[in-house]
């Protein structure tokens, strides 16, 4: 009796141990059988547990179980719009917005050309112009025609020499004058007009500024007026306004920086003063580029002309 209880004991000491530390066992868990068939394997998923990437989405998860479904098809179809619409840009080229005016202008100028800031046609246009150019607001072009007057009667013997006559002279100056009374339709009178080339040493002199009329060689000539007395700032190129000229109108063109300028006016080569011969120097490069661009322009639109109209010799 006492052997068993003696032997029990040792028993219930083993169990108790094998439960304390089970690192001692000799026994291993039985292997479960697990019946696989029809099954998908799923040996790369443990791999992809243990890694830091991301799981699949719901979409890239259907495009690989089913490669020809309508999801696989938007998927690869969003990327090939988005690189056919870039694609048909060039990377240096925006596209281009409609500028009114712009078909007045000459052509190669077109991508000189940032914007056209139109102004009332009332027959004040080129003076409004003026007054938008000089950041003082169209309606006050009463405020430039003043000061334009004030610069040619000032020096009136030299605007007579440039003029020509006396009488040439009084009428550019009853023409800085507004109109005492408007006419009905609200449109000043041509001689009460700003006018080219005659008011452009007046503005650029009186302004101290470079003032370039531009337009298209089929309505006129574009030209460039310089100050005709006075020495030239350190950076004249930061001193130029641009009127364009189109059919009885007159518009504030904004040029681009460094864009090809029209040849200096032949009247200011001719009366300028001594001090003010240099304001032509740092231009020289970029009116040689404007008169080349231009003579291909004259020559491209009469070959297409010659084309339109053939000459037939019988």
Known sequence: MKSSDHSMKLQIRDQLRLIAYPEITSLTPPIKQVDTKGAKKRGKSAKCNSSTTRSPSYWEYIDEQFPDSQASQSKSSKPKRKTARIGNLSPNVLPCRSIKYMEYMPLFMHSYIEDIIDVKGDGHCGFRVAAECFNKGEENQGLVRAKLIRELTMFRKEYETIYGTKERFEYILNGLYPPKVMPKSGIAQVENWFTFPDMGHILATAYNRVVVELTTHRIGHSETFFPIRGRPPLDPSSRIICVGMV????????LKSGCPLPPSCKEWKTHRAPEAETWEDTFLDR????????KNEKGDMEMETNKDDPIIVD
């Open 247 to 254: 059919p009885n109108h007159c518009v504030y063109v904004k």
């Open 287 to 294: 009116m040689t580029e404007f008169d080349e661009l231009m």
